[in-house]
């Protein structure tokens, strides 16, 4: 099973709202990606998780708030967004380089639509 | 740094026929991975191709296969018997083999269009 999932497919909300994104995966893969990418664009890299634990932040904006609660689970916290963040939020994960496994392809979700209003 | 380069922005093929995505790179390393992804308008991004850098012979997955050339920093995608199922946005990637989170480096895509 090469799935990553993402939810919810679509979601727009309001400056002042605050939602979560949610990404799951049950590879095994003990790293995860966020990424952000505008419409014809490549995806932009914001944060990364390796086990668990934040190993890269993009200088992303403290708007964007990452949770890693398990292995399994990525989730985006969003708060008092603004409409240049309007985009479509990939999530990735990739086998640990530790695991003996040489395996350096990332796993993409489907995306999560985003539009600020 | 390294970089990803795709001058193409668009690329058009015949039904059936063969056509070659470019892609050229920049980098100081010897050890690497090279990728190309494909994103239809459903907007899910599939990895098409791997290419570890050490090895010399071309990655090939079914239609797909890819001219790596080290030395000249090319790694072009050829696809044969195009599909309508092909037409999709390309992005070439490239990731250090150091460094077990290393980033995904594209290159800007390009969007093939397959003509019936």
């Known amino acids: 099973d090469t799935e990553v999932t993402q939810t919810p497919k679509h979601l727009v909300m309001g400056m002042t709202n605050k939602k979560s994104l949610k990404c799951e995966q049950h590879m095994g893969h003990r790293a995860m990606y966020w990424y952000k990418q505008k419409a014809k664009k490549p995806p932009e890299l914001m944060f990364v998780?390796?086990?668990?634990?934040?190993?890269i932040n993009e200088s992303v904006p403290s708007r964007f708030s990452p949770e890693c609660p398990n292995s399994s689970l990525l989730n985006l916290h969003l708060h008092a967004l603004q409409p240049e963040d309007s985009a479509l939020y990939l999530c990735?994960?990739?086998?640990?380089?530790?695991?003996?496994?040489?395996?350096?392809?990332?796993?993409f979700g489907p995306g999560t639509r985003l539009t600020v209003t | 740094a390294q970089t990803v380069t795709q001058s193409q922005p668009e690329m058009s093929v015949q039904e059936a026929e063969t056509v070659t995505l470019s892609c050229t790179y920049d980098?100081?390393?010897?050890?690497?991975?090279l990728f190309w992804y494909k994103q239809p308008p459903s907007r899910q991004m599939i990895l098409v191709i791997r290419q570890e850098a050490y090895k010399q012979q071309n990655a090939t997955e079914n239609r797909f296969s890819v001219n790596f050339q080290k030395a000249a920093k090319s790694f072009s995608l050829k696809i044969s018997d195009s599909q309508l199922g092909d037409a999709a946005m390309y992005f070439c990637?490239?990731?250090?083999?150091?460094?077990?989170?290393?980033?995904?480096?594209f290159g800007k895509g390009i969007t093939l269009s397959v003509r019936p």
């Open positions: 990735a994960s990739s086998q640990h380089m530790t695991s003996g496994i040489s395996s350096y392809e990332q796993y």
């Open positions: 990637a490239y990731r250090s083999a150091s460094g077990a989170n290393s980033k995904l480096t």
């Open positions: 980098t100081s390393e010897s050890d690497y991975y």
């Open positions: 998780y390796s086990y668990e634990k934040l190993s």
